[in-house]
């Protein structure tokens, strides 16, 4: 997993939400995901877009969060996390 420092700043400002990218993150650290269908096993309301982005409900779908997943080598880069209203300004497909 790379950006756990962006994820700490993240819920430093929205400390509502530090416990469910806290858990978020532990899951994803210890998560082997083949491919999407392992993904959409274990989170449902997952969407998957171009380019291996994947993004995340957090909080009961208070927060979003886009990675970018390299499967082949395991490795889950951040791209994004923040308020829905900071999401709906980004292109996710391209962030």
Known sequence: MISRRTLRQFWEDHPDAEQAVHAWFREAQQAR???????????AGASFLPRDRVVFNIRGNSYR????????????FLRFVGT????????????
């Open 33 to 43: 995901w083949g491919g999407p269908a392992d993904i959409n096993a274990r989170y």
């Open 65 to 76: 969060l886009i990675v970018a997943i390299k499967y082949a080598a395991g490795i889950v």
């Open 84 to 95: 829905h209203s900071d999401y709906d300004r980004v292109d996710a497909s391209k962030v």
